[in-house]
T-cell receptor, first 111, second 115 residues
Framework: SQTIHQWPATLVQPVGSPLSLECTVE??????LYWYRQAAGRGLQLLFY??????ISSEVPQNLSASRPQDRQFILSSKKLLLSDSGFYLC??????????FGPGTRLTVL | AQSVAQPEDQVNVAEGNPLTVKCTYS??????LFWYVQYPNRGLQFLLK??????LVKGSYGFEAEFNKSQTSFHLKKPSALVSDSALYFC?????????????FGTGTQLKVEL
């Protein structure tokens, strides 16, 4: 069966510091991968998605970036965090029928 | 553009009563529709989806959803609510892209089931 991991689970970072969040998927090959942010409240904002190694589509201009160095690894990064980057970051993988399965999330607080 | 709307921010229901969480959609072509549930500080969990076929879709935890093409709706239902059903519910629709399809989510509906 497929599983999706995210780490860290929680992170507190100062403004201006770098960021690296990691997502890995097990039990499937060549999945579509997605990064979302859920700000306080509830809305889900799609940040990036990837259909293959090295292929990244950006949805919203911002100071975040994503990379996919391996088939089942998706990384979200920033060189300098802003206060507005605080939120709950969710990674998901997608099937051929477009169902997405989500990881447990990373709670990021930027102070 | 493909979109979904969840008109209720919150739904309150007594345990044992039937529940409905509403979702309407706007798509060009045939819709692929989804329901997800989120418990506090957790990722979203897939409940069910409609792609084609029977308008009544059965999913996890006793939930079902009814696809209504004429009303462009995809309401989530459960015959008898449990306190443990209290959570945030999201409706979503598939968005076709040139490569790699996406989901567009509604704003979410907070379900509160009380004793």
């Amino acid at each position: 069966s497929q599983t999706i991991h995210q780490w860290p689970a929680t992170l507190v970072q100062p403004v201006g510091s770098p960021l690296s969040l990691e997502c890995t998927v097990e039990g499937t090959s060549n999945p579509n991968l997605y990064w979302y942010r859920q700000a306080a409240g509830r809305g889900l904002q799609l940040l990036f998605y990837s259909v293959g190694i090295g292929q990244i589509s950006s949805e919203v201009p911002q100071n975040l970036s994503a990379s996919r160095p391996q088939d089942r690894q998706f990384i979200l990064s920033s060189k300098k965090l802003l206060l507005s980057d605080s939120g709950f970051y969710l990674c998901a993988w997608g099937t051929s029928t477009d169902t997405q399965y989500f990881g447990p999330g990373t709670r990021l607080t930027v102070l | 553009a493909q979109s979904v709307a969840q008109p209720e921010d919150q739904v309150n229901v007594a345990e044992g009563n039937p529940l409905t969480v509403k979702c309407t959609y706007s798509v060009s072509g045939n819709p692929y529709l989804f329901w997800y549930v989120q418990y506090p500080n957790r990722g979203l969990q897939f409940l069910l989806k409609y792609i084609t076929g029977d308008n009544l879709v059965k999913g996890s935890y006793g939930f079902e959803a009814e696809f209504n093409k004429s009303q462009t709706s995809f309401h989530l239902k459960k015959p008898s609510a449990l306190v443990s059903d209290s959570a945030l519910y999201f409706c979503a629709v598939r968005v076709l892209t040139g490569g790699g399809n996406k989901l567009t989510f509604g704003t979410g509906t907070q379900l509160k089931v009380e004793l």
